[in-house]
Nanobody, 115 residues
Framework: QVQLVESGGGLVQSGGSLRLSCAASGSNASIYRMGWYRQAPGKARDLVALIGGVGGTTYADSVKGRFTVSRDNAKNTVYTQMNNLKPEDTAVYYC?????????WGQGTQVTVSS
């Protein structure tokens, strides 16, 4: 039974930065991939960034060069540094954790970028 606690969302101007954090707790099971998806109104939930257990990363083309995902395995926490934010980044961001045989979603945190 894994619980995810997200933080770091908010309102910023275009060109600004935010850092999202997601901490997993409540289970001793191994955690493999961790990262973020996002969903804007009227759109599908899309991959933002993932990081594997040994540090390999995957990014959506739209965020490459602007977002950086990292993790602290001792804290079971994943981070995404988001720089040069654009209005099209506005969405609800959901933390995602993949275990051995289960996956988990956070409750979502709103990111709003004003022009």
């Amino acid at each position: 039974q894994v619980q995810l606690v997200e933080s770091g969302g908010g309102l910023v101007q275009s060109g600004g930065s935010l850092r999202l954090s997601c901490a997993a707790s409540g289970s001793n099971a191994s955690i493999y991939r961790m990262g973020w998806y996002r969903q804007a109104p009227g759109k599908a939930r899309d991959l933002v960034a993932l990081i594997g257990g040994v540090g390999g990363t995957t990014y959506a083309d739209s965020v490459k060069g602007r977002f950086t995902v990292s993790r602290d395995n001792a804290k079971n926490t994943v981070y995404t540094q988001m720089n040069n934010l654009k209005p099209e980044d506005t969405a609800v961001y959901y933390c995602y954790v993949q275990g051995l045989s289960e996956h988990y979603w956070g409750q979502g945190t709103q990111v709003t970028v004003s022009s």
